[in-house]
């Protein structure tokens, strides 16, 4: 159950030669993406007793592209420092102690491709590049030079570790060079044998050549004198370099001869349990890796991603063994890319392998078996989902076509991930495990695809043969709903499948007929509900637990609550006015049933809204209910919201994820933010609460990281705001950039065109099978592309606006712009035509400009031709000589018959056709008169004109009929769509050119021939309007799209798109529009919207301008006259806490006479309100509105709309007599201020309302009425509650005043949670119990007081009222047994599944919980203190006492709060310490009576020894 944080990193990068790097001590790193990832490996990882030890301990955050190397330094005393190198141009030193950066250069103009820390010279980083340069840079002196020995790229380099100044390059052709940096990179060697890229070089560990055996004779190729022949120094005498290559040979080769000793050629092994497709062609990479140790044997890469171990003593045998040959399935399943070794702590030799198949390998060198595996992500994690059935079975959706199955439970491996490829080739956005099946996983994708994986199987998954048009944003098991449903109980299965997708439309599949049609249920809602308007465009479902209710999000932000079995539509929810990504309802096992109708719900606003849907879902409405007040409010974070999710272990308890960078743990019920985790370098995705760990989520983002974190352990407590985001924002930027791939040129290193050494960039996918990869999917010949990393506008494709982002849509749109830019010319070609039109002034252009040269030549050839032609008129017949020559001087066809004329009319045209004159040919055509083939020929090579167009109808009716046709085809090829609109219309295809101008989005001009050539009745029109207006809509142009929608007759549709914006303006004019086309119910929640809008601005004017807008906000009005007044008043006693420029209305001025006078007044002057029967309506309306109890953290602004609310309905009572009404509503507005910890609103609220006490109501009421005596009672005890606290304070201060203004927060839980009081209440209701003022008073001020504190105390007698303090402890109690079984529950079922995934708890978790025991909830009373748990009976058994208690107390005590009694017992004690002679006996015995009595909650104990 391991307690540690962990991280599911993203992919190492691929195609690299060094991008991992081990050193001794057990620290491991690998570049992924634009970072490097580090591991702790061996006994210092610190990880759980039985689990394999290695553990992510960080990043190196820095580069802002692709990471191309990596290496430590591996030199003792330096193992913190290394290195690395990115396509950013830069080499980055690092120390990762710190993870910061030491130093940099930007020595290299071109991309970095090999990078190695010299294992001889300390401060010494050799790097190398695509063009072949090489900078050596010598950290300590900052100093550096450039080498540049080969024009070739560089594809591998490394440093050799016996001698300083030699260096080995591999280069992309199979070059092998060995320079001396000394000499100024002079050549050592040119080692020539390989054909094909250099992937690895590893020098052999020893020095000298008597190392191996080799009998150089018989293996040896022939000598071939390699650069420079070098007489045998020490330097280069002695010593092996082994070189891996893409044409799978490895060659070694000996320095002191320079030449090539030994070839081992890869064996072809077939595969062992590979889920590849044999067709599709492997991608091949040769890693080496020659153990220090172990001389003789050398490990390479095979092209299937085993590992071998070659033993060089029996080269002429090629002797191998394979690394994990016994056990199935260990080894890596794609290329592998690099070799590292590590020594552990304890010793223990490692090799550690990185996989095109995404894992991170680490081998046992001794057993050549693998130790552990690293899974990894090579896409944003788009979605998670933990298994309702198998416990602790995480699914995550990933961007590289890929779905991960984490048994984050397994005892023996903290990372028991499996993969699932088959069938899915496309980005996995949405998952949704079933209910009660197991194994059984929905998925959807972001091309539209839902499919069903059984997980414990290894067959390929079920996919609907209904797709969505766009991607899957949400997946929902539910019950059946028609048509679904309709069959009979064994017919239809007791789920169905629901999926959301980016088109709008939510679809109903049948799991067990996946091949069948799946039903939009679109069309059930609209013939439940009788809806006539355009539905609203759907991006979220979710189902409640039960199964009863469905809750649809949409694009408009509102959100639909439906009823089961026919999808009956009973409420709305206008709150969010953004496209809605998350709702989530609350879990139906908390200690209060009535949580769960709790729904929270998030936007593309920042904002979180939670709904208490109770009484709307209890209440069964007949017409749908529109809510627009939300039960509680989160704010903090301040980019959208893209997942929420209850607590499983808590009541009220939801964190929510957000395009802000961080993940927020939220107590919904008092609106608290509890703590933030800001772990993720991109933007979240998706959040999990553990299913077993209160402590524990897990969250997923597009930085392609899942990191599971704990709550406990979180600095922050709420988002970052400000300067924090801005930080956040660039942490973020510092993600790679969303700029598609430049065309390399021919010299990269990039092996071919089908291999990338594309990092780990999500790509479009077009493979036939095989997980897809980095950059790359598995067919050849693809282009690469990358996920689109947009921080700014663009948006992921799970976001809910999607975006298609394919390369080969990019390929088109580029290549369409292309066009578009060629089409366009005409424009500019009329400026070319200029100097032409000037030409013709002179001279028309020739139309027989051939025949005209030929009668231009010399004199002999003119009389030529008179004797040709004489001879062909005259003869009879013509001989073959003079057929001849008339075919020679074509031009006689003029004096000659008609056919020699048609040949010359040809050759003519053909000469025009080729100087580019199309229209002089089709003028000789028409002079032949064959108009129609004329035609056909212009048709078929794209050359009609308006002029031949224009006489077409002289060949015919219906040759003019094609001709117009054909060039309307070829006005749209041209983009002229509108003059080829305009031709169509000429033949009467009205419908064909409303359709052409409304496909190439003209709709302007679309309605405009519409209107003027279609009956206004034709539906052609309105979907012409709708379908602009929903363009419209989504670019932003509400009021545009208004105007579109009323033209569609769309009134509904035309109200909601205005008031989308949902600006005071938009909403006004909404509302007003909404009332003209006699929409009334929504035209008043506009206004009423508007109002609210205007009320955040102190704009009172404004505000009862747009409540006026309808007869039936006549109560609001009331409400906000009411509000207006107050705001004033406490505004000028500077209560208020902003004093900003309000626009008060002129009636708000007078301050003669008590508040409650003057609001009367206003009432009857300005809103006529004089008659009872007015006063009776009013009240009725506003009695119908419910706001939600208060918390501490309720906006005050929203509190005081609230209280207003409730002392309006006060005030309107009282005019009518109704007394008993009157104090339950002022009561309510006096709890609201109590529970949201406001003690200035509070006494505010008695002060103008009941300035003289509670007396004269008691007289109203008089006996008879005993819920309003009740009410009464509670009144009074909080009116006598604030004399107290008063009291208290005067007498801390050294003249007391009559009113003392303090706001103090009592940090009270709400209403319905029982006013059982926290830890903080008593102690922060004391602020004087700390500091004990002795001040020196005059003794007449001692009497004055004495006087006073019996007045005051006396009268305070009420609060000590013994039912209460009894009443109060039973909800005390009771919540606190509900608290400790719920934490007995949890303990419960951990180790019930401990047992379940091993031999039971491990002792050091049972330690803890033992430990945890005394400090949990539960400790009560002495047996918890004891540290004795307290047994199940007995705490059933003092419920079942506290709820007999509960049942015994009269209704109309519980019904209305009362403030804490034993906190008033406190307080009276405090008085008495500070002015002993203040509080007579029998009152302190009272106080210390019911304080022993009723004080054994833990909130009390020590502040009950305290006091007494």
Request: hydrophobic letters at 35%.
């Given at each position: 159950m391991g307690q540690e944080p962990r991280t599911l990193p993203p992919s190492p990068n691929w195609y690299c030669a060094r991008c991992s790097d081990a050193v001794p001590g057990g620290l491991f790193?690998?570049?992924?993406?634009?970072?490097?990832?580090?591991?702790?490996?061996?006994?210092?990882?610190?990880?759980?007793?039985?689990?394999?030890?290695?553990?992510?301990?960080?990043?190196?955050?820095?580069?802002?592209?692709?990471?191309?190397?990596?290496?430590?330094?591996?030199?003792?005393?330096?193992?913190?420092?290394?290195?690395?190198?990115?396509?950013?141009?830069?080499?980055?030193?690092?120390?990762?102690?710190?993870?910061?950066?030491?130093?940099?250069?930007?020595?290299?103009?071109?991309?970095?491709?090999?990078?190695?820390?010299?294992?001889?010279?300390?401060?010494?980083?050799?790097?190398?590049?695509?063009?072949?340069?090489?900078?050596?840079?010598?950290?300590?002196?900052?100093?550096?030079?450039?080498?540049?020995?080969?024009?070739?790229?560089?594809?591998?380099?490394?440093?050799?570790?016996?001698?300083?100044?030699?260096?080995?390059?591999?280069?992309?052709?199979?070059?092998?060079?060995?320079?001396?940096?000394?000499?100024?990179?002079?050549?050592?060697?040119?080692?020539?044998?390989?054909?094909?890229?250099?992937?690895?070089?590893?020098?052999?560990p020893l020095p000298g050549e008597d190392c191996l055996s080799i009998n150089q004779e018989e293996n040896s190729e022939p000598e071939i004198p390699n650069g420079k022949v070098i007489p045998q120094t020490p330097v280069t005498k002695g010593c092996y370099l082994a070189t891996g290559s893409k044409d799978q040979t490895i060659r070694i080769w000996s320095c002191s001869r320079g030449r090539g000793v030994m070839i081992l050629k890869l064996p072809f092994l077939k595969r062992r349990g590979g889920g590849i497709d044999p067709t599709v062609k492997e991608r091949l990479w040769l890693t080496l890796h020659w153990p220090s140790d172990q001389p003789t044997q050398l490990v390479s890469s095979c092209s299937g991603g085993e590992l071998l171990l070659w033993d060089l003593t029996q080269s002429w045998r090629r002797k191998y063994t394979l690394f994990s040959a016994s056990s199935e399935g260990q080894t890596h399943s794609r290329i592998v890319f690099n070799l590292c070794p590590l020594q552990t702590e304890d010793n223990k030799k490692l090799l550690l392998s990185t996989s095109m198949d995404r894992d991170i390998k680490c081998w046992d060198m001794s057993t050549m078996e693998c130790c552990w595996t690293l899974p990894s992500l090579g896409g944003f994690a788009y979605s998670l989902a933990f298994s309702p059935v198998d416990t602790g079975c995480l699914a995550i959706g990933v961007g590289d076509g890929m779905i991960r199955v984490w048994n984050t439970l397994s005892l023996k491996n903290n990372y028991d991930v499996k993969n699932f490829w088959q069938g899915v080739k496309s980005k996995v956005t949405a998952l949704c495990w079933h209910p009660t099946k197991e194994g059984c996983l929905a998925f959807g994708t972001d091309d539209g695809k839902v499919g069903l994986y059984d997980t414990y199987s290894n067959k390929p998954p079920q996919v609907s043969s209904t797709y969505h048009k766009k991607t899957v944003y949400t997946l929902a098991w539910g019950p059946p709903v028609p048509p679904m449903s309709l069959g009979g109980e064994g017919d239809r299965p007791s789920l169905t499948l629901y999926s959301c997708g980016g088109e709008g439309i939510v679809l109903q599949?049948?799991?067990?007929?996946?091949?069948?049609?799946?039903?939009?249920?679109?069309?059930?809602?609209?013939?439940?509900?009788?809806?006539?308007?355009?539905?609203?465009?759907?991006?979220?479902?979710?189902?409640?637990?039960?199964?009863?209710?469905?809750?649809?999000?949409?694009?408009?932000?509102?959100?639909?609550?439906?009823?089961?079995?026919?999808?009956?539509?009973?409420?709305?929810?206008?709150?969010?006015?953004?496209?809605?990504?998350?709702?989530?309802?609350?879990?139906?096992?908390?200690?209060?049933?009535?949580?769960?109708?709790?729904?929270?719900?998030?936007?593309?606003?920042?904002v979180i809204y939670v709904h208490n849907l109770r009484t709307v879902i209890e209440s069964n409405p007949e017409s749908p209910v529109t809510i627009t007040e939300p039960y509680r409010t989160l704010s903090g974070h301040t980019a959208k919201i893209t997942s929420l999710a209850w607590s499983p272990h808590?009541?009220?308890?939801?964190?929510?994820?957000?395009?802000?960078?961080?993940?927020?743990?939220?107590?919904?019920?008092?609106?608290?933010?509890?703590?933030?985790?800001?772990?993720?370098?991109?933007?979240?995705?998706?959040?999990?609460?553990?299913?077993?760990?209160?402590?524990?989520?897990?969250?997923?983002?597009?930085?392609?990281?899942?990191?599971?974190?704990?709550?406990?352990?979180?600095?922050?407590?709420?988002?970052?705001?400000?300067?924090?985001?801005?930080?956040?924002?660039?942490?973020?930027?510092?993600?790679?950039?969303?700029?598609?791939?430049?065309?390399?040129?021919?010299?990269?290193?990039?092996?071919?065109?089908?291999?990338?050494?594309?990092?780990?960039?999500?790509?479009?996918?077009?493979?036939?099978?095989?997980?897809?990869?980095?950059?790359?999917?598995?067919?050849?010949?693809?282009?690469?592309?990358?996920?689109?990393?947009?921080?700014?506008?663009?948006?992921?494709?799970?976001?809910?606006?999607?975006?298609?982002?394919?390369?080969?849509?990019?390929?088109?749109?580029?290549?369409?712009?292309?066009?578009?830019?060629?089409?366009?010319?005409?424009?500019?070609?009329?400026?070319?035509?200029?100097?032409?039109?000037?030409?013709?002034?002179?001279?028309?252009?020739?139309?027989?400009?051939?025949?005209?040269?030929?009668?231009?030549?010399?004199?002999?050839?003119?009389?030529?031709?008179?004797?040709?032609?004489?001879?062909?008129?005259?003869?009879?017949?013509?001989?073959?000589?003079?057929?001849?020559?008339?075919?020679?001087?074509?031009?006689?066809?003029?004096?000659?018959?008609?056919?020699?004329?048609?040949?010359?009319?040809?050759?003519?045209?053909?000469?025009?056709?080729?100087?580019?004159?199309?229209?002089?040919?089709?003028?000789?055509?028409?002079?032949?008169?064959?108009?129609?083939?004329?035609?056909?020929?212009?048709?078929?090579?794209?050359?009609?004109?308006?002029?031949?167009?224009?006489?077409?109808?002289?060949?015919?009716?219906?040759?003019?009929?094609?001709?117009?046709?054909?060039?309307?085809?070829?006005?749209?090829?041209?983009?002229?769509?509108?003059?080829?609109?305009?031709?169509?219309?000429?033949?009467?295809?009205?419908?064909?050119?409303?359709?052409?101008?409304?496909?190439?989005?003209?709709?302007?001009?679309?309605?405009?021939?519409?209107?003027?050539?279609l009956r206004p009745e034709d539906p052609v029109l309105k979907d012409l309007y709708l379908s602009w207006g929903a363009i419209l809509e989504k670019d932003g142009h509400y009021a545009m799209a208004a105007k579109c929608y009323l033209g569609a007759t769309s009134t509904y549709d035309a109200a909601k798109v205005l008031a989308k914006k949902g600006d005071a303006a938009s909403l006004r004019t909404a509302a007003e529009l909404a009332a003209i086309v006699g929409e009334e119910e929504l035209s008043a929640s506009l206004a009423l919207r508007c109002a609210q809008e205007l009320l955040l601005a102190r704009n009172w004017v404004g505000a009862q301008e747009?409540?006026?807008?309808?007869?039936?906000?006549?109560?609001?009005?009331?409400?906000?006259?009411?509000?207006?007044?107050?705001?004033?008043?406490?505004?000028?006693?500077?209560?208020?806490?902003?004093?900003?420029?309000?626009?008060?209305?002129?009636?708000?001025?007078?301050?003669?006479?008590?508040?409650?006078?003057?609001?009367?007044?206003?009432?009857?002057?300005?809103?006529?309100?004089?008659?009872?029967?007015?006063?009776?309506?009013?009240?009725?309306?506003?009695?119908?509105?419910?706001?939600?109890?208060?918390?501490?953290?309720?906006?005050?602004?929203?509190?005081?709309?609230?209280?207003?609310?409730?002392?309006?309905?006060?005030?309107?009572?009282?005019?009518?007599?109704?007394?008993?009404?009157?104090?339950?509503?002022?009561?309510?507005?006096?709890?609201?201020?109590?529970?949201?910890?406001?003690?200035?609103?509070?006494?505010?609220?008695?002060?103008?309302?009941?300035?003289?006490?509670?007396?004269?109501?008691?007289?109203?009421?008089?006996?008879?009425?005993?819920?309003?005596?009740?009410?009464?009672?509670?009144?009074?005890?909080?009116?006598?509650?604030?004399?107290?606290?008063?009291?208290?304070?005067?007498?801390?201060?050294?003249?007391?005043?009559?009113?003392?203004?303090?706001?103090?927060?009592?940090?009270?839980?709400?209403?319905?949670?029982?006013?059982?009081?926290?830890?903080?209440?008593?102690?922060?209701?004391?602020?004087?119990?700390?500091?004990?003022?002795?001040?020196?008073r005059p003794p007449e001020h001692d009497l004055r007081l004495m006087e006073e504190s019996e007045r005051v105390l006396s009268a305070c007698k009420e609060l000590f009222s013994e039912r209460h303090a009894s009443l109060q402890n039973s909800q005390r109690t009771i919540a606190e047994v509900q608290e400790t079984l719920a934490e007995m529950i949890r303990q419960h079922q951990k180790n019930q599944l401990c047992e379940s995934t091993g031999n039971g708890p491990d002792k050091r978790e049972s330690e803890q919980e033992g430990e945890g025991s005394p400090s949990s909830p539960q400790s009560q009373c002495s047996k918890e203190e004891k540290n004795e748990p307290v047994s199940l009976p007995e705490l059933t058994k003092r419920l079942t006492e506290a709820n007999e208690r509960m049942a015994k107390f009269p209704e109309s005590i519980k019904s209305y709060p009362f403030p804490d009694v034993l906190e008033c017992c406190l307080v009276l004690l405090h008085i008495r310490s500070q002015y002993p002679g203040c509080v007579t006996p029998e009152m302190q015995e009272q106080a210390e009576e019911l304080l022993h009595k009723y004080g054994n909650s833990r909130v009390y104990r020590r502040h009950c020894q305290a006091c007494t």
């Open positions: 790193g690998f570049a992924a993406r634009t970072s490097v990832f580090l591991v702790r490996v061996g006994p210092g990882a610190g990880a759980s007793h039985g689990t394999p030890p290695f553990r992510v301990i960080g990043e190196l955050v820095g580069h802002t592209e692709r990471v191309s190397g990596f290496t430590f330094s591996h030199h003792p005393g330096q193992y913190n420092l290394c290195a690395t190198s990115s396509d950013d141009g830069t080499v980055k030193i690092w120390d990762v102690e710190t993870k910061t950066v030491v130093t940099e250069h930007a020595l290299h103009q071109h991309t970095i491709s090999a990078l190695h820390w010299s294992p001889r010279v300390k401060d010494l980083i050799v790097s190398g590049d695509e063009k072949g340069v090489i900078f050596c840079y010598w950290l300590n002196r900052n100093d550096s030079q450039h080498l540049f020995t080969e024009p070739r790229t560089i594809f591998c380099l490394t440093c050799s570790p016996h001698h300083e100044d030699l260096v080995a390059i591999g280069y992309k052709d199979g070059m092998v060079v060995i320079i001396d940096i000394s000499k100024k990179g002079e050549v050592i060697h040119r080692l020539r044998g390989h054909d094909d890229e250099i992937h690895s070089i590893a020098w052999c599949h049948n799991p067990w007929k996946l091949s069948g049609e799946a039903f939009d249920i679109n069309k059930l809602i609209r013939d439940t509900n009788s809806i006539k308007y355009k539905l609203p465009v759907h991006t979220e479902i979710s189902w409640k637990a039960d199964g009863k209710i469905m809750a649809l999000g949409n694009e408009d932000g509102s959100i639909e609550i439906f009823q089961v079995p026919n999808l009956k539509l009973i409420c709305t929810i206008q709150q969010h006015h953004k496209l809605v990504n998350a709702i989530s309802w609350h879990h139906e096992h908390g200690s209060q049933p009535e949580l769960s109708y709790l729904m929270a719900s998030g936007s593309n606003n920042a808590h009541d009220g308890r939801l964190v929510s994820a957000s395009y802000d960078g961080t993940a927020q743990v939220w107590d919904t019920l008092r609106e608290e933010p509890l703590c933030n985790f800001r772990g993720h370098r991109g933007r979240l995705l998706c959040v999990e609460w553990s299913p077993l760990d209160p402590d524990c989520i897990y969250s997923g983002a597009d930085d392609f990281c899942v990191y599971k974190w704990l709550t406990s352990m979180q600095n922050h407590s709420r988002p970052p705001q400000g300067k924090k985001s801005i930080e956040l924002e660039k942490k973020r930027l510092s993600q790679p950039k969303s700029k598609p791939k430049k065309k390399k040129k021919p010299t990269l290193r990039v092996p071919t065109k089908q291999e990338s050494f594309d990092g780990n960039e999500e790509e479009s996918l077009k493979e036939s099978s095989g997980p897809v990869e980095n950059g790359v999917s598995d067919q050849e010949g693809e282009e690469e592309a990358q996920e689109p990393e947009v921080p700014c506008g663009l948006t992921s494709a799970v976001s809910r606006e999607p975006i298609i982002y394919s390369p080969v849509g990019l390929g088109f749109e580029k290549s369409k712009v292309i066009i578009n830019n060629k089409v366009t010319l005409p424009k500019k070609e009329a400026a070319k035509e200029k100097p032409e039109a000037l030409i013709k002034k002179r001279k028309a252009r020739s139309m027989l400009p051939l025949s005209t040269s030929l009668d231009h030549r010399s004199k002999e050839e003119l009389h030529q031709d008179c004797l040709i032609l004489a001879t062909a008129k005259h003869s009879k017949e013509r001989n073959e000589d003079v057929i001849t020559d008339l075919e020679d001087r074509f031009h006689l066809g003029l004096f000659t018959d008609r056919s020699t004329l048609y040949k010359m009319i040809e050759v003519e045209g053909k000469g025009h056709l080729e100087n580019g004159h199309p229209e002089l040919f089709h003028q000789l055509m028409l002079w032949k008169g064959d108009l129609k083939g004329t035609l056909q020929t212009a048709a078929e090579r794209g050359e009609l004109t308006d002029n031949l167009v224009a006489m077409a109808p002289v060949a015919g009716y219906h040759v003019w009929l094609w001709a117009v046709e054909a060039f309307a085809k070829q006005l749209c090829f041209q983009d002229q769509y509108v003059k080829a609109a305009s031709h169509l219309l000429s033949i009467h295809k009205v419908y064909e050119a409303v359709e052409l101008l409304k496909s190439n989005h003209f709709y302007r001009e679309a309605i405009a021939i519409a209107k003027a050539r747009a409540l006026q807008l309808h007869e039936s906000l006549k109560g609001q009005r009331l409400v906000f006259c009411l509000l207006e007044l107050l705001s004033k008043h406490l505004e000028d006693r500077q209560l208020s806490e902003c004093r900003s420029s309000s626009s008060y209305h002129a009636w708000s001025a007078a301050t003669e006479g008590p508040l409650e006078e003057r609001v009367i007044a206003v009432w009857k002057s300005t809103f006529g309100l004089d008659a009872p029967g007015q006063y009776q309506a009013a009240f009725q309306k506003l009695q119908t509105i419910k706001y939600p109890s208060a918390t501490n953290n309720t906006p005050s602004r929203q509190l005081l709309l609230h209280i207003c609310h409730d002392l309006t309905l006060a005030l309107l009572s009282q005019q009518v007599a109704s007394w008993d009404e009157a104090v339950k509503a002022l009561l309510r507005a006096v709890v609201r201020s109590y529970d949201s910890g406001n003690f200035t609103i509070m006494q505010e609220v008695y002060s103008v309302f009941l300035p003289e006490g509670c007396d004269h109501l008691r007289e109203k009421l008089g006996d008879h009425q005993a819920s309003g005596t009740a009410a009464f009672k509670s009144l009074e005890a909080f009116f006598l509650y604030g004399r107290l606290y008063e009291f208290w304070w005067s007498l801390s201060r050294p003249y007391p005043e009559s009113c003392v203004w303090v706001s103090v927060d009592h940090r009270r839980k709400t209403v319905e949670h029982s006013q059982q009081l926290d830890d903080a209440s008593p102690e922060e209701a004391d602020p004087v119990a700390s500091c004990q003022l002795e001040l020196s």
